[in-house]
């Protein structure tokens, strides 16, 4: 008999976690890490497994990749649009110009056609980041503008637009107008696909809203602050639509 005693002979199942164990650490050391999708879902194609930058689906890219690309021909004859409508009315604040009913008319109508033609330019670009938030920019945008230029059409031939009936429409229509291109002012910062600086534009020119003669902030016999602000508002939502046609 030996003096030393051995030590008990260990139970053959408590090496088996070990040996598992370990073998769990080689497969992991040895094997390419895939996805947890890939592994689960052997037979799935490969846009859903993948695991690089350069596999995945276009529509998950960052939104600088997206706005890497150069503008289409329709998107720069949008952006034209943009800019012309921004700039004439701009004109309005030339002291020099005087401009009358008629082309106010007009004016107001390219100014409409020129912001919806942006939307769809700029949506174009930036729908790719983040498509539920681009759609909740761009449609209250074109649809408002859109709705301007309507009640423009029909207000060719009247007297006083602003009263009646038709006056309640156009105050709904005008206090949309400037807070829905505000609100895409706001999304398309928030993207930042295309200029900030013409979506902050867009997001200050939101204040054109408290010139509606109904809310009674504004009166032109009696300027106040808020007519100052009005205009102000005005001017920086036509550089709003200039800046995003230009870029």
Same mark, same amino acid.
């Given at each position: 008999?030996?003096?030393?005693?051995? $030590?008990?002979? /260990? =139970? *053959? #199942? +408590?090496?088996?976690?070990m040996?598992?164990a370990?073998?769990?650490?080689?497969s992991? @050391?040895?094997?390419?890490?895939?996805?947890?999708?890939?592994?689960s879902?052997?037979?799935c194609?490969?846009?859903?497994c993948?695991?690089? $930058?350069?596999? /995945? =689906? *276009? #529509? +998950?890219?960052?939104?600088?990749?997206?706005?890497?690309?150069?503008?289409?021909?329709? @998107?720069?004859a949008?952006?034209?649009l943009g800019?012309?409508?921004g700039?004439?009315l701009?004109v309005?604040?030339?002291?020099?110009v005087?401009?009358?009913t008629?082309?106010?008319?007009?004016?107001?109508?390219?100014?409409?056609?020129?912001?919806?033609?942006?939307?769809?330019?700029?949506?174009?670009?930036q729908?790719?980041?983040?498509?539920?938030?681009?759609?909740?920019?761009a449609?209250p945008?074109?649809?408002?503008?859109?709705?301007?230029?309507?009640m423009?059409?029909l207000?060719?031939?009247r007297?006083?637009?602003?009263?009646?009936d038709?006056?309640?429409?156009?105050?709904?229509v005008?206090?949309?107008?400037?807070l829905?291109?505000g609100w895409?002012?706001?999304?398309?910062?928030k993207?930042?696909?295309v200029?900030?600086?013409?979506a902050l534009?867009?997001?200050?020119?939101s204040?054109?809203?408290?010139?509606?003669d109904?809310?009674?902030?504004?009166?032109?016999?009696?300027?106040t602050i808020?007519?100052?602000?009005?205009?102000?508002?005005?001017?920086?939502?036509?550089?709003?639509w200039?800046?995003?046609?230009y870029?």
């Open positions: 008999l030996s003096s030393t005693p051995s $030590a008990p002979a /260990r =139970p *053959p #199942w +408590t090496a088996k976690p040996a598992c370990s073998s769990v650490r080689a992991s @050391t040895a094997a390419p890490a895939t996805s947890f999708r890939a592994r879902m052997p037979g194609r490969p846009s859903w993948a695991t690089t $930058a350069a596999d /995945r =689906p *276009p #529509w +998950t890219s960052t939104s600088s990749s997206w706005s890497a690309g150069s503008p289409t021909p329709t @998107t720069r949008l952006g034209l800019i012309l409508g700039a004439i701009l309005a604040f030339l002291p020099s005087d401009i009358g008629d082309w106010n008319f007009v004016r107001l109508g390219l100014f409409c056609l020129g912001a919806m033609a942006i939307v769809v330019a700029v949506h174009r670009r729908v790719g980041a983040s498509p539920m938030l681009a759609w909740s920019g449609i945008a074109f649809v408002a503008n859109g709705a301007y230029l309507a423009l059409v207000w060719a031939g007297q006083n637009p602003f009263a009646g038709f006056g309640v429409f156009w105050f709904v005008g206090f949309t107008l400037w829905a291109d895409f002012g706001v999304v398309t910062l993207l930042g696909v200029s900030r600086w013409g534009a867009l997001i200050l020119g204040l054109s809203v408290i010139g509606i109904r809310l009674g902030l504004v009166t032109s016999l009696e300027p808020f007519s100052v602000l009005a205009l102000g508002g005005v001017a920086l939502n036509g550089i709003g200039v800046l995003l046609g870029d």
